[in-house]
């Protein structure tokens, strides 16, 4: 069955370092790859979308990479804040426009 | 833009009553989506409607959920009969093609 899995623990680090969060499948071939925020009490934010013929897209401070031979995402926040505090949910798109989520990875960016 | 616009932001029920839930997607939009996200499934989707029609509802867990698009500015989740394990916070998203969703900010219910 398809599944996703991205790291369940919080990601904990350092103000002003690189925060790398991770999204691997399984048995999917997703057409493009999404990421989200979600703030506690609130509803995911779009951030990104990477399609299966892109290796790399960047948005300001966020850079994100797919490997469909690795079936592997990986979320680079570059020069991280306290702001970024957050939870990263990573979706990949098949036919019809129609999202498979991640369970999300905790980061928390320290002062 | 309002986004997309959910109601009510949190619902308690007893039991074995009818619960419904709204959602207002954004103008031009024409894929809506309905999540229901719980700490131990995460975001699950229920059901999809492209061009107000209903075109995946694998998702929907029982015939006790049913969801309806009458036009292209209103959506309606409703659950009859409610049932505890039904608690969770349900989303709303639209969408205006391949491209990524908008959320509303879910109805969190409680059934008691």
């Known amino acids: 069955s398809q599944k996703i899995e991205q790291n369940s623990e919080a990601l904990n680090i350092q103000e002003g370092k690189t925060a790398t969060l991770t999204c691997n499948y399984t048995?999917?071939?997703?057409?493009?790859l999404q990421w989200y925020r979600q703030d506690p009490g609130r509803g995911p934010v779009f951030l990104l979308l990477?399609?299966?013929?892109?290796k790399e897209k960047r948005k300001e401070r966020l850079k994100v990479t797919f490997d469909t031979t690795l079936k592997q995402s990986l979320f680079h926040i570059t020069a991280s804040q306290p702001a970024d505090s957050a939870t990263y949910l990573c979706?990949?798109?098949?036919?019809?426009?129609?999202?498979?989520f991640g369970g999300g990875t905790r980061l928390m960016v320290k002062p | 833009d309002a986004g997309v616009i959910q109601s009510p932001r949190h619902e308690v029920t007893e039991m074995g009553q009818e619960v419904t839930l709204r959602c207002k997607p954004i103008s031009g939009h024409n894929s809506l989506f309905w999540y229901r996200q719980t700490m131990m499934r995460g975001l699950e989707l229920l059901i999809y409607?492209?061009?107000?029609?209903?075109?995946?509802d694998s998702g929907m867990p029982e015939d006790r959920f049913s969801a309806k698009m009458p036009n292209a500015s209103f959506s309606t989740l409703k659950i009859q009969p409610s049932e505890p394990r039904d608690s969770a916070v349900y989303f709303c998203?639209?969408?205006?093609?391949?491209?990524?969703?908008?959320f509303g900010s879910g109805t969190r219910l409680t059934v008691v």
């Open positions: 998203a639209s969408s205006p093609g391949e491209e990524g969703y908008t």
């Open positions: 979706a990949l798109g098949g036919a019809g426009n129609m999202l498979t």
């Open positions: 409607f492209n061009n107000n029609v209903p075109i995946d």
């Open positions: 990477i399609r299966e013929n892109e």
């Open positions: 048995n999917y071939s997703p057409a493009y």
